[in-house]
């Protein structure tokens, strides 16, 4: 196959909580009333939010920067109100309207699809399902499920400056990476995913912490748990990966991601770690702290235990992280969750063993992952192999459980938001209805999601195709389907 540098990627492509039974009708249906009555007071502009009714403008044959919206006209209510009682499509009135659309040659010789009821888990279209199929971008389910269950969607990432040995006579302060890599150069921002935590903060708590202590000259150095010896960078990444901005060589701490720009394919400091304590460096010196010779990395071993903390910042909790990494498709976010997945299962803290332990944890969720092998958990790289019947599990055990109700509730909607903005907002029935994870490698297309169908019916689904002719015509033929499944009755 190709190198994935050929064509852009998805942009930036622990407890579990007590097992749900299959019936979870009263809790489900109250997220899904509640998301849709203000997701259509927010399309009408009359509540805050990202939605909107206003014209669209002219369509972007590549999704909008993160945070950008496509607006559309007559937008319907996000996830419409699903109901336990709606009929559920019959397996062949399904088959008999997605058949012909799976067919399309655009889809290319190597495709499955999965098509299941998320209320119960029962499948409804099969096509090739169990074979394992390059995911792209759609594998960060999986780390999103893996993160949310082991860790807990309100756990929050800590970033720390603690009192470290003296270096001869200079003090020393420790930058301690928590895993945060979505960090603010400035003042935190109580309302955003990324920049939640800002180092400008931190250094107000160190810079007073040490006033404190009768001290204003230190050395500043830097312990990273999930990368003592400097980045990492997965299997399947290329050099070209990062230096084009589709992703950072992973570290526990970084800067948005380690852009050097406010831009979504910004170049990447080459060590994000190393990069943020530079910035907490600067922000200490404009506080009067004289911060003396280069920031270096330290052993995180080395650390003593009961080290003073002189200072603390903490991220948006891991529901929001996870979120945001599924909606704007961020890999560096991806990987960084990883890392701290493998290091909640006790599995090596490096790549290698977060791609081994992501699906070990979906595992022990219910859902069944045979024959997914993972050469990252971002879905950048190349290698990687996951059944559709494994993303649909996960999207079903997202709808039965409150645990994982974030993997759902972080999804691009459909001509709305995330990676999905530029897309179906041309579809009645899917525009505002279809919530899905898009994945895009060179010959790679997928999509999975769920939607509320015309009945009212809320189905998971998930098409993968790794041998496509083209990218567009390729995320053209999903989309078909993907408005079909939304405006299909199929009884």
Same mark, same amino acid.
């Given at each position: 196959?190709?190198?994935?540098?050929?064509?852009?990627?998805?942009?930036?492509?622990?407890?579990? $909580?007590?097992?749900?039974?299959?019936?979870?009708?009263?809790?489900?249906?109250?997220?899904?009333?509640?998301?849709?009555?203000?997701?259509?007071?927010?399309?009408?502009?009359?509540?805050?939010?990202?939605?909107?009714?206003?014209?669209?403008?002219?369509? =972007?044959?590549?999704?909008?920067?993160?945070?950008?919206?496509?607006?559309?006209?007559?937008?319907?209510?996000?996830?419409?109100?699903?109901?336990?009682?709606?009929?559920?499509?019959?397996?062949?009135?399904?088959?008999?309207?997605?058949?012909?659309?799976?067919?399309? *040659?655009?889809?290319? *010789?190597?495709?499955?699809?999965?098509?299941?009821?998320?209320?119960?888990?029962?499948?409804?279209?099969?096509?090739?399902?169990?074979?394992?199929?390059?995911?792209?971008?759609?594998?960060?389910?999986?780390?999103?499920?893996?993160?949310?269950?082991?860790?807990?969607?309100?756990?929050?990432?800590?970033?720390?400056?603690?009192?470290?040995?003296? @270096?001869?006579?200079?003090?020393?302060?420790?930058?301690?990476?928590?895993?945060?890599?979505?960090?603010?150069?400035?003042?935190?921002?109580?309302? &955003?995913?990324?920049?939640?935590?800002?180092?400008?903060?931190?250094?107000?708590?160190?810079?007073?912490?040490?006033?404190?202590? $009768?001290?204003?000259?230190?050395?500043?150095?830097?312990?990273?748990?999930?990368?003592?010896?400097?980045?990492?960078?997965?299997?399947?990444?290329?050099?070209? =990966?990062?230096?084009? $901005?589709?992703?950072?060589?992973?570290?526990?701490?970084?800067?948005?991601?380690?852009?050097?720009?406010?831009?979504?394919?910004?170049?990447?400091?080459?060590?994000?770690?190393?990069?943020?304590?530079?910035?907490?460096?600067?922000?200490?010196?404009?506080?009067?702290?004289?911060?003396?010779?280069?920031?270096?990395?330290?052993?995180?071993?080395?650390?003593?235990?009961?080290?003073?903390?002189?200072?603390?910042?903490?991220?948006?909790?891991?529901?929001?992280?996870?979120?945001?990494?599924?909606?704007?498709?961020?890999?560096?976010?991806?990987?960084?969750?990883?890392?701290?997945?493998?290091?909640?299962?006790? &599995?090596?803290?490096?790549?290698?063993?977060?791609?081994? &332990?992501?699906?070990?944890?979906?595992?022990?969720?219910?859902?069944?992952?045979?024959?997914?092998?993972?050469?990252?958990?971002?879905?950048?790289?190349?290698?990687?192999?996951?059944?559709?019947?494994?993303?649909?599990?996960?999207?079903?055990?997202?709808?039965?459980?409150?645990?994982?109700?974030?993997?759902?509730? $972080?999804?691009?909607?459909?001509?709305?938001?995330?990676?999905?903005?530029?897309?179906?907002?041309?579809? *009645?029935?899917?525009?505002?209805?279809?919530?899905?994870?898009?994945?895009?490698?060179?010959?790679?297309?997928?999509?999975?999601?769920?939607?509320? @169908?015309?009945?009212?019916?809320?189905?998971?689904?998930?098409?993968?195709? =790794?041998?496509?002719?083209?990218?567009?015509?390729?995320?053209?033929?999903?989309? =078909?389907?993907?408005?079909?499944?939304?405006?299909?009755?199929?009884?």
């Amino acid at each position: 196959m190709p190198s994935a540098s050929t064509v852009r990627p998805d942009r930036r492509a622990g407890r579990r $909580g007590p097992r749900r039974p299959v019936v979870v009708a009263t809790a489900l249906l109250a997220v899904l009333v509640l998301l849709a009555g203000y997701a259509a007071a927010d399309a009408a502009d009359v509540l805050p939010g990202p939605l909107t009714t206003a014209p669209p403008p002219e369509p =972007d044959p590549w999704p909008q920067a993160p945070g950008a919206e496509v607006p559309t006209e007559g937008a319907a209510p996000v996830l419409a109100e699903a109901s336990t009682a709606a009929p559920r499509p019959g397996p062949a009135a399904l088959a008999a309207v997605l058949d012909p659309l799976l067919g399309a *040659p655009a889809l290319g *010789p190597a495709r499955s699809a999965v098509v299941t009821d998320a209320l119960t888990g029962d499948v409804l279209l099969d096509e090739g399902g169990g074979a394992p199929r390059q995911p792209a971008s759609t594998v960060k389910l999986l780390t999103g499920a893996a993160a949310l269950s082991l860790l807990g969607g309100g756990t929050t990432l800590p970033t720390s400056v603690v009192l470290g040995a003296d @270096d001869g006579a200079t003090p020393v302060v420790v930058l301690v990476a928590g895993g945060d890599v979505l960090l603010g150069a400035g003042a935190g921002d109580p309302g &955003a995913v990324v920049g939640r935590a800002g180092l400008a903060d931190l250094a107000d708590e160190v810079a007073s912490a040490l006033a404190d202590r $009768g001290e204003r000259r230190v050395a500043l150095r830097l312990a990273d748990p999930l990368a003592p010896s400097g980045p990492v960078r997965p299997a399947g990444w290329t050099p070209g =990966d990062v230096a084009l $901005g589709y992703a950072a060589d992973v570290t526990g701490v970084a800067v948005d991601a380690g852009r050097l720009a406010d831009e979504e394919y910004a170049p990447r400091a080459p060590d994000p770690g190393l990069a943020a304590a530079e910035v907490l460096a600067d922000r200490l010196r404009e506080r009067g702290v004289d911060v003396v010779g280069d920031v270096a990395r330290g052993d995180p071993a080395a650390l003593p235990q009961d080290a003073p903390v002189l200072g603390e910042v903490r991220s948006a909790p891991l529901a929001e992280v996870v979120g945001d990494v599924l909606r704007v498709s961020d890999n560096t976010g991806a990987e960084a969750l990883g890392l701290l997945v493998a290091r909640a299962s006790g &599995a090596p803290v490096t790549p290698a063993g977060a791609a081994r &332990a992501v699906p070990a944890a979906v595992a022990e969720l219910g859902v069944d992952v045979g024959g997914a092998e993972l050469a990252d958990v971002s879905g950048l790289g190349d290698g990687s192999g996951v059944p559709a019947t494994a993303l649909t599990g996960v999207l079903a055990a997202a709808a039965r459980e409150d645990a994982l109700r974030p993997v759902l509730e $972080g999804l691009p909607v459909a001509g709305l938001t995330g990676s999905l903005a530029g897309r179906l907002g041309d579809e *009645p029935a899917a525009r505002g209805q279809v919530r899905a994870k898009t994945g895009t490698l060179t010959g790679v297309s997928s999509l999975a999601g769920v939607t509320v @169908d015309a009945d009212g019916r809320l189905l998971a689904f998930a098409v993968l195709a =790794d041998e496509v002719p083209a990218t567009e015509a390729a995320r053209g033929a999903l989309d =078909d389907v993907a408005a079909a499944l939304a405006g299909c009755g199929c009884r």
